[in-house]
């Protein structure tokens, strides 16, 4: 972690600094001076997502993940989409696990049926089933490192095994662990992909994405980028670029106070559920334990009651803003009925476990003394 803190700062820094900045100042240029590139892909133009602020990033983002490439885009579902309509073609199939984020389910469940690219899902805990979903074109399984909102670690140890087993592009959406808790490449996955908008920019305030893999793999999503155009602006660049500085700092503090709510949580008597791996009594407790350094900023829990309980529960909250995303320095507070599974019929959250009394907790930076305090005052009679 240490290292990764100077990484963070120095690794993927241009050697020159322009007019001696110590900041990298914003290139805001969409086309650059012809320079005899006799590639397309070559041509300086910021859809081409080749300005210096690109180059910066791509080069700390890959050293952050451990990988040897890596490519920024214009949203975390930019990440997502343009990856998989690189890495599948018509008449593939994609493994993907049961409980990931809505985004890419819909994408999953409504759109790339119409590229032709088929989708099984699996329990990510339950390995005994995964073969029997395997097709003669399935050509890549895709997961999370914790599902959203319930926290719950798939085991990715039998993930990687069995796509290599089975010659499959082992995926993983590392927005949940970050690169701080866990570097998914070191343990055998194949490419990485973030929702920069969270822990890596850190502070709600830009949309960004980014896919980390190997060179050749990156050069190809690149040049699918190139094409469909879903580029990150150098402005939102630098302050991706400002924001990863600072990512080590962020994270250890939002580990600790999601830790800390989490254990209150967990004790206090109008309190019926918390789900967070980093607590003993969560089921892949000893699996995150030795698969994370930290357990991230995220955690969920339900009161004793209803949903009415937990709406004046939130109503009553001082420092936490209402509000869906997580990874900021401030914490948010929702309930994922009303937001992030909203698009969800009953049937389809009960199956998921998600009750209409869950919240979902994003921890800042804040002091994680005050927001336990915050807490406490709100479930006080
Ligand atoms: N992946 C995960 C795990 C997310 O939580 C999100 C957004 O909430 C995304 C991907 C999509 O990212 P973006 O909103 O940057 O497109």
Known sequence: MGKMATDAIHAGEIETRPS???????FQSAT???????????????????TPNHQVLHDK????????????????????????????????HLLAQDCLYGGTVT???????????????FAGNDPDSWEALLRPETRAIYVEPMTNPLLEVADLDAVVAFAKKHNLLAIIDNT??????????????????????????????????????????ITRVTHRLNHLGASLDPHACFLLHRGIKTLVLRVKQQNENALSLATFLNKHPKVEAVYYPGIEDHPQYTRASRLFDGCGGVLSFEVKGSADDADRLMSR????????????VETLITRPVQTSHAGLSREQRKA???????????????????ICADFEQALSD
């Open 20 to 26: 001696g900045a110590v900041v990298l100042p914003i």
């Open 32 to 50: 650059f001076e012809y320079g005899g590139q006799d590639d397309y892909h070559d041509l300086k133009y910021i859809r081409l997502n080749n």
């Open 61 to 92: 983002l890959a050293i952050l993940e451990g990988g040897e490439a890596a490519l920024v885009t214009a949203s975390g579902m930019a990440a997502i989409t343009t990856l998989l309509l690189t890495v599948l073609k018509q008449g593939d």
């Open 107 to 121: 994408f999953l469940t409504q759109d790339i049926a119409d590229y032709g690219i088929g989708v099984g899902f």
């Open 176 to 217: 949940f662990a970050s690169p701080v808790n866990f570097q998914p490449l070191k343990i055998g996955f194949d490419v990485v992909v973030h929702s920069c908008t969270k822990y890596l920019n850190g502070h709600s305030d830009i949309v960004a994405g980014g896919i980390v893999g190997t060179r050749e793999l």
């Open 317 to 328: 909250l001082k420092l936490s803003v209402v509000a869906p995303s997580l990874g900021g």
């Open 352 to 370: 998921a476990g998600i009750s209409d009394k869950l919240i979902r907790v994003a921890v800042g930076i804040e002091d994680g003394e005050d």
